[in-house]
């Protein structure tokens, strides 16, 4: 069983940056980060795998970045140039494979709400 534990939202301002972590217990080979707006389904973000390997949603490429310490079994996101469309509730998810963490993750967090004002 995997638990994951995210931290870092909050509010910030249209063209500013957050760093989202999350920390797992359990053993974790793909993790990644989901997320929600107010009204839509969720949509994938951002995976890693163990060996660094990453995979990002078009909307975020080049603004966010995902990194994880294995030593410490957490994954990070870094936002940058955030946008009013970026806010939702942003969840972290682990699981086994590529596809799985890509498209429908076994293990979630709690989520942690990201607000960009304009």
């Known amino acids: 069983q995997v638990q994951l534990v995210e931290s870092g939202g909050g509010l910030v301002q249209a063209g500013g940056s957050l760093r989202l972590s999350c920390a797992a217990s359990?053993?974790?080979?793909?993790m990644g980060w989901f997320r929600q707006a107010p009204g839509k389904e969720r949509e994938f973000v951002a995976a890693?795998?163990?060996?660094?390997?990453?995979d990002y949603a078009d909307s975020v490429k080049g603004r966010f970045t995902i990194s994880r310490d294995i030593a410490k079994n957490t994954v990070y996101l870094q936002m940058n140039s955030l946008k009013p469309e970026d806010t939702a509730v942003y969840y972290c998810?682990?699981?086994?494979?590529?596809?799985?963490?890509?498209?429908?993750?076994?293990?979630w967090g709690q989520g942690t709400q990201v607000t960009v004002s304009s």
């Open positions: 998810n682990a699981g086994s494979s590529r596809v799985l963490v890509t498209t429908n993750p076994p293990y």
């Open positions: 359990g053993r974790t080979v793909y």
């Open positions: 890693i795998s163990w060996t660094g390997g990453t």
